[in-house]
Every structure is written in C-alpha cells, then in structure tokens.
C-alpha cells in the first residue's frame, strides 16, 4: 500500500484542469474526504477508488500498488 502522508503526484496529474471540487462532486465523495487522499493521508476503499478512477479514467488498482 502506498506510504501514508506521501502526496499522490500521479492523481494530482489525473486531475488535470479540474479542481478537487469538481472531482468529488462527480465521485459522490466529499472534497476534504478527496483532499485527504489526494495528500496521501487516507487511502480510499475500493468502491471510492473504483468511482475516482471512473471520473479521472485510470485502473482503480493503482491506489493498492507500493
């Protein structure tokens, strides 16, 4: 699993032009909830990952990989 506190540079690059709000708003997630793993400081359970990697179309499974 990835490093906790560790920023996600790749997700940052995923998101591209879209805020943090934008993304959460089309994930039915929270933006702080996303903020926080966006940073590295949450990991996201499967059914978020699978909804992020919908919106910003990438395999879900990165989230779980070292």
């Not at 790749?10 to 702080?32: C, E, F, H, M, P």
């Not at 909830?33 to 359970?45: D, F, L, R, T």
């Amino acid at each position: 699993m990835a490093e906790f506190g560790k920023t996600r540079l790749w997700l940052i690059k995923y998101r591209g032009d879209l805020t943090q709000q934008q993304v959460a708003n089309k994930a039915g997630i929270s933006r702080s909830y996303y903020a926080e793993i966006e940073s590295g400081n949450k990991n996201p359970g499967v059914k978020t990952a699978k909804k992020l990697s919908n919106v910003l179309m990438f395999d879900w499974t990165i989230f779980y990989k070292s």
